[in-house]
């Protein structure tokens, strides 16, 4: 049967793309001025970047539908929890300070996706294990802090400056923190 399109379009792989797509449709929010739903937004995003490795272990996956999974969630990812959240803070924050803060929380999680992916393609990983901080951590935290928005909103800024700064130190930070069994989890 004659392919017409490239990529793979398994259930995993859609459900990684749904995560992909609340990702965009919270920054366009995001950018006209909502406040409330692009957080909300952004906690789907990691629900679906939690399941889909869920439905992909559920099959039997080639080589190349296995590496093209991995690729596309951490493409996923660079979006949904690298870029997504920054875009949420450029609307959201009053401090000059994160026009340096932001670049550096970008190339953090930059270099913590690639080097996961590496450790994938190499297969020197650690079972159970994570090296740094995972990326998506942010869609827990972040929404966290943004209640200070509204309880003082000068205590916010500062509040999102120290969180951007100090989770941009733990995704790069030689730190093993270990892997939550999603699995165990969705059978509760």
Known sequence: MKKYFIGQFRFCDLITMCGTLSAVVGIMLSIIGAEVTPFILLFLCSIFDSIDGLFARRRKNTEFETTYGVELDSLSDMISF???????????????????????????????????????????????????????????????????????????????????????????????????????????
């Open 82 to 188: 690298g870029i997504f959240p920054v875009i949420i803070a450029l609307n959201t924050d009053g401090l000059n300070i994160m026009a340096f803060i932001i670049p550096i929380y970008v190339l953090c999680g930059l270099i913590r996706l690639a080097y996961f992916n590496t450790l994938n393609i190499t297969k020197t990983n650690e079972k159970g294990y994570f090296r740094g901080v995972p990326i998506t951590t942010i869609a827990f935290v972040y929404p966290l802090v943004y209640i200070l928005h509204y309880i003082n909103f000068d205590l916010y800024d500062y509040a999102e400056a120290i969180l951007f700064s100090v989770m941009a130190v733990l995704f790069i930070s030689n730190i093993k923190v270990k892997k939550p069994n999603i699995e165990k989890l969705f059978k509760k």
